[in-house]
Nanobody, 121 residues
Framework: QVQLEESGGGLVLAGGSLRLSCTAS????????LAWFRQAPGKEREFVAT????????DYADSAKGRLTISRDNAKNTLYLQMNHLKPEDTAVYYC??????????????WGQGTQVTVSS
């Protein structure tokens, strides 16, 4: 069974940057679709971005376009989310997920425990 672990969260000022990472402590990420989701306090979990197993195809939520970049390094078994120009509304727990298809509409089978991102104004 795949175990995913996120890292890289923290407290940052508005306009700043963070890079989140997601690694698999067991299993391989190479042949699966990967995604980032987030959940803000009092809100439902929402889709952020997804990337195909080749890394070529990506999809972003409108709120992420132009500021957040998803990427993967299959050789390192790692997924990334580069977050620039952060806003207070980006404050949330960020989760990585693995599934058969890289789609915002398809279910994901494995999830990490999440990493907190807090953006102060």
């Amino acid at each position: 069974q795949v175990q995913l672990e996120e890292s890289g969260g923290g407290l940052v000022l508005a306009g700043g940057s963070l890079r989140l990472s997601c690694t698999a402590s067991r299993g391989s990420l190479s042949n699966y679709g990967l995604a980032w989701f987030r959940q803000a306090p009092g809100k439902e979990r929402e889709f952020v971005a997804t990337v195909s197993w080749t890394g070529v195809s990506t999809d972003y939520a409108d709120s992420a376009k132009g500021r957040l970049t998803i990427s993967r390094d299959n050789a390192k078994n790692t997924l990334y989310l580069q977050m620039n120009h952060l806003k207070p509304e980006d404050t949330a727990v960020y989760y990585c997920a693995e599934g058969a298809a890289a789609s915002r509409y398809r279910p994901y089978d494995y999830w990490g425990q999440g990493t907190q991102v807090t953006v102060s104004s």
